[in-house]
């Protein structure tokens, strides 16, 4: 069993900045990709950012810039450092973990619950 919990959202006014924290636990050989996503009222879900274990990085285009993600491989943790934060920012943000587990020749993914994120203008 692998579980995935993220932290760190809030309320912010725009131009401001916020953190976000994922955490991986369980079964977990190894982590390969992480990324985070967000979902906004009636949007589909969209990619902000994922990182590789080696440390190779990809960014929406609408975020290059002004989002850095980075990760802690021995803490099986993922990070999401939002600064100039629009109201169009504002939405619900989900972390992804492609995990290898024991017992499985492949990496499957495991989503978090999601932390809000709410930018005010």
């Known amino acids: 069993q692998v579980h995935v919990v993220e932290s760190g959202g809030g309320l912010v006014q725009a131009g401001g900045s916020l953190r976000l924290s994922c955490a991986a636990s369980?079964?977990?050989?190894?982590?390969?990709?992480m990324g985070w996503y967000r979902q906004a009222p009636g949007k589909q879900r969209e990619l902000v950012a994922t990182?590789?274990?080696?440390?190779?990085?990809n960014y929406a285009d609408s975020m290059t810039g002004r989002f850095t993600i980075s990760r802690d491989n021995g803490k099986n943790t993922v990070y999401l450092q939002m600064n100039s934060l629009k109201p169009e920012d504002t939405a619900v943000y989900y972390c992804?973990?492609?995990?290898?587990?024991?017992?499985?020749?492949?990496?499957?993914?495991?989503w978090g619950q999601g932390t809000q994120v709410t930018v005010s203008s």
């Open positions: 992804d973990a492609e995990v290898l587990v024991p017992g499985l020749g492949y990496a499957s993914h495991y």
């Open positions: 369980g079964s977990i050989l190894t982590i390969k990709t």
């Open positions: 990182i590789t274990s080696g440390g190779t990085t």
